[in-house]
T-cell receptor
Framework: DAGVTQSPTHLIKTRGQQVTLRCSPKSGHDTVSWYQQALGQGPQFIFQYYEEEERQRGNFPDRFSGHQFPNYSSELNVNALLLGDSALYLC?????????????FGEGSRLTVL | AQSVSQHNHHVILSEAASLELGCNYSYGGTVNLFWYVQYPGQHLQLLLKYFSGDPLVKGIKGFEAEFIKSKFSFNLRKPSVQWSDTAEYFCAVNLMEYGNKLVFGAGTILRVKS
């Protein structure tokens, strides 16, 4: 049973560029959430996707956008990268059918912005 | 704004010592509470959770946590730590009316000396 998979694992970009991160949820899960974990901090909620729509959003600017596909996989896009966007980006999946609040996390995509 | 506070950012213990990591949250409504653990080089994993019922919950690897509603606390304990417990521990709160959105504390890095 595959867990949550994310790609790429590491990437380096320069300021102003755009990046796309990808996530495949755990088998049987239909909801995907994205979190940003800066160095020395806990994960911060970016947004959540369910039924191909953004359902909730954290305190992140519109430069952060996402998408969910019919197979429940998801993408996180960040435009006009800033140095402060350097962080570990975590994808978490859950089921809308139960286990309220229990998330399964991937290993993350570490983004470095130079 | 809702927040989660973890009292210690770094804890160093010798093997067989007892562990208690503090966690407090600021939110007056119904919550689900979690402790996640991140071992070196691995993804976040669920250690234990509290939804309702007995406020003393037991998790994997001998960990337990006690929910004290009047103190808005959910402290993590283990009677005797092992070297393999070296990891970063995150307390997280799911605010029920906000769906599956977790608010995380900043984390506590535990190092167990053998």
């Amino acid at each position: 049973d595959a867990g949550v998979t994310q790609s790429p694992t590491h990437l380096i970009k320069t300021r102003g560029q755009q990046v796309t991160l990808r996530c495949s949820p755990k088998s049987g899960h239909d909801t995907v959430s994205w979190y940003q974990q800066a160095l020395g901090q806990g994960p911060q909620f970016i947004f959540q996707y369910y039924e191909e729509e953004e359902r909730q959003r954290g305190n992140f600017p519109d430069r952060f956008s996402g998408h969910q596909f019919p197979n429940y996989s998801s993408e996180l896009n960040v435009n006009a990268l800033l140095l402060g966007d350097s962080a570990l980006y975590l994808c978490a999946s859950s089921s809308s059918l139960g286990g309220a609040g229990e998330l399964f996390f991937g290993e993350g995509s570490r983004l470095t912005v130079l | 704004a809702q927040s989660v506070s973890q009292h210690n950012h770094h804890v160093i213990l010798s093997e067989a010592a007892s562990l208690e990591l503090g966690c407090n949250y600021s939110y007056g409504g119904t919550v689900n509470l979690f402790w996640y653990v991140q071992y070196p080089g691995q993804h976040l994993q669920l250690l234990l959770k509290y939804f309702s019922g007995d406020p003393l919950v037991k998790g994997i690897k001998g960990f337990e946590a006690e929910f004290i509603k009047s103190k808005f606390s959910f402290n993590l304990r283990k009677p005797s730590v092992q070297w393999s417990d070296t990891a970063e521990y995150f307390c997280a709160v799911n605010l029920m009316e906000y769906g599956n959105k977790l608010v995380f504390g900043a984390g506590t890095i535990l190092r167990v000396k053998s």
